[in-house]
């Protein structure tokens, strides 16, 4: 349940992060490697 609501909060930190620095790759790229990392701790 707490990962569940930090991906939805971190979902909304990112895309805020997207509009005020305007780094569309750099985001995605983080998200996806944080993603991965939280995959990898549960499974």
Do not use: E
């Amino acid at each position: 349940m707490f990962l569940v609501s930090f991906f939805l909060i971190y979902d909304r930190f990112a895309i805020c992060l997207n509009r005020i620095l305007n780094i569309g790759q750099s985001v995605k790229f983080y998200r996806i490697k944080i993603f991965y990392f939280c995959k990898k701790m549960i499974f």
